[in-house]
């Protein structure tokens, strides 16, 4: 069997989070996401247009601890800690 490379492919956490909120969003193109790098943890910087800024915390914040959950189990599996922040 041939590995192509796609399946079992190891996906970015900052990828992962810029593909999550741009499914989200109405402005995908607004959409930033910055990285913070540490020696065992990394920060995440989301950036989204003012008017999807609701759409990406959710109600009572829970697409945003989603996210975070996802981002958490991410980095957990390469032995590491992240922190996703939304700024506004």
């Not at 399946?7 to 930033?32: I, S």
């Not at 959710?58 to 981002?71: E, S, Y």
């Not at 800690?81 to 506004?88: F, H």
Request: no cysteine; hydrophobic share 40%; aromatic share 2%.
């Amino acid at each position: 069997m041939v590995n192509d490379g796609a399946v079992g492919q190891e996906v970015d956490m900052k990828d992962l989070l810029e593909y999550l909120a741009k499914a989200l969003v109405d402005n995908p193109d607004g959409v930033e996401v910055t990285s913070v790098e540490g020696e065992r943890s990394i920060i995440l910087q989301l950036r989204v247009d003012p008017d999807d800024v609701g759409k990406v915390i959710g109600k009572k914040g829970r697409i945003a601890q989603a996210m975070r959950t996802l981002i958490k189990a991410s980095a957990t599996k390469e032995g590491r800690n992240a922190i996703v922040e939304i700024i506004d």
